[in-house]
């Protein structure tokens, strides 16, 4: 497998090795990290507006899923982790998928939901749809299946894993016979785990990685051309600080990645509900509450500053003390690394009020 190699801007030392998605299975043969716009809409959706309607978002979900959960079984958790994991797709993939319902992401294309065979792609009846083996079902008893009511949708998903066991195992192996593919399977459990955690949907906030208040500093370096070991750019923001300063998650999410890289020492993933991998590289230490699966919240801390890695585990010193921080999200099949410094900059300042008023 390849490794997409990310270099920091500093000196000359820090070289940073990593393919966020490393043990995955078999979307990571075909992940690569590439250079993307530097304005990613990623946390301007998703969830991550913030007007009022986004409180109303999340409790219309919340019901719907509820609904669902009590006639199929099928814990509201799991069903909140697939509409989660929809809505980043359309968000990655937007000139191929809309959003269908009023609430929901799930997204089918008519074929899908007619059936592929069926000659009528607009189909609503659910015994003609049933017949062409098509996903589409009445969810809200109207006698119709329709594929922009979010009953429907939610009950057309639903009906699907209600054919497998109450475990993780089995919801594993019913989303896998729905998506054909690892990196869904994999995030969507990912994405139960988060909301079990917390029992709720709200979980998009952020923290800035260090604490505010100590002394350190930044700088947008994303895309700096090198040309020194083959044309590279740095994918991600430095912060330059003192060994041992804490590192904390910036997101509500869940360890993916724990261990040493060559280039990025002790490193540490985190995904988030954005579907968003957060790489933390140079740690001096992992805080011994952290391993792959761990649940983590904005603002915990989750390792220290170092200057760990180029050379084998263990190397450090090789370069002065600080975090690298890099953003990538995954669009499928691969994934996109993003500029981490705007939304850097904007946590901070809201970090930085939120201190000023306690
Ligand atoms: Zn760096």
């Known amino acids: 497998m390849k490794c997409t190699r990310i270099r920091c801007t500093m000196l000359l030392a820090c070289t940073i090795g990593l393919l966020p998605s490393l043990g995955l299975g078999i979307g990571a043969a075909h992940a690569k990290a590439l250079q993307a716009p530097s304005k990613d809409p990623v946390y301007r959706a998703a969830g991550s507006t913030n007007t009022t309607n986004k409180g109303q978002a999340f409790d219309k979900r919340r019901e719907l899923f509820d609904q669902m959960s009590a006639i199929t079984g099928v814990p509201w958790y799991r069903l909140a982790a697939i509409d989660q994991y929809e809505r980043t797709m359309t968000k990655a993939r937007s000139k191929t998928r809309q959003q269908l319902?009023?609430?929901?992401?799930?997204?089918?294309?008519?074929?899908?939901?007619?059936?592929?065979?069926?000659?009528?792609?607009?189909?609503?009846?659910?015994?003609?749809?049933?017949?062409?083996?098509?996903?589409?079902?009445?969810?809200?008893?109207?006698?119709?299946?329709?594929?922009?009511?979010?009953?429907?949708?939610?009950?057309?998903?639903?009906?699907?894993?209600?054919?497998?066991?109450?475990?993780?195992?089995?919801?594993?192996?019913?989303?896998?016979?729905?998506?054909?593919?690892?990196?869904?399977?994999?995030?969507?459990?990912?994405?139960?785990?988060?909301?079990?955690?917390?029992?709720?949907?709200?979980?998009?906030?952020?923290?800035?990685?260090?604490?505010?208040?100590?002394?350190?500093?930044?700088?947008?370096?994303?895309?700096?051309?090198?040309?020194?070991?083959?044309?590279?750019?740095?994918?991600?923001?430095?912060?330059?600080?003192?060994?041992?300063?804490?590192v904390r998650s910036t997101c509500y999410g869940i360890v993916e990645v724990k261990g040493w890289n060559p280039y990025g020492g002790w490193r540490l993933g985190i995904r988030d509900l954005n579907n968003v991998y957060h790489y933390y590289g140079h740690l001096s230490g992992y805080d011994k509450t952290v391993a792959v699966g761990t649940i983590v919240k904005p603002g915990q801390t989750v390792g220290w500053v170092g200057s760990s890695g180029y050379g084998k585990p263990g190397t450090q010193g090789k370069f002065p003390p600080h975090l690298h921080y890099g953003v990538y999200r995954d669009r499928g099949l691969i994934e996109w690394s993003f500029d981490p410094y705007p939304m850097l900059r904007q946590w901070e300042s809201e970090e930085r009020k939120r201190l000023k008023r306690n």
Do not use: C
């Open 101 to 246: 319902g009023e609430w929901l992401g799930i997204y089918m294309t008519p074929a899908q939901w007619a059936g592929q065979l069926n000659p009528d792609d607009e189909d609503q009846f659910p015994l003609s749809i049933r017949w062409f083996s098509g996903s589409g079902k009445d969810g809200d008893g109207d006698g119709l299946a329709v594929r922009t009511s979010d009953a429907d949708l939610l009950y057309a998903v639903a009906s699907h894993l209600m054919n497998f066991g109450p475990a993780e195992d089995d919801f594993s192996i019913g989303v896998w016979q729905y998506y054909h593919n690892t990196r869904a399977v994999q995030r969507i459990r990912q994405f139960s785990r988060i909301y079990a955690a917390y029992g709720q949907l709200d979980l998009f906030e952020h923290a800035f990685p260090v604490p505010v208040g100590n002394n350190y500093s930044y700088k947008g370096t994303w895309g700096t051309k090198r040309s020194w070991g083959g044309y590279r750019i740095h994918e991600g923001t430095d912060i330059f600080a003192n060994h041992g300063v804490p």
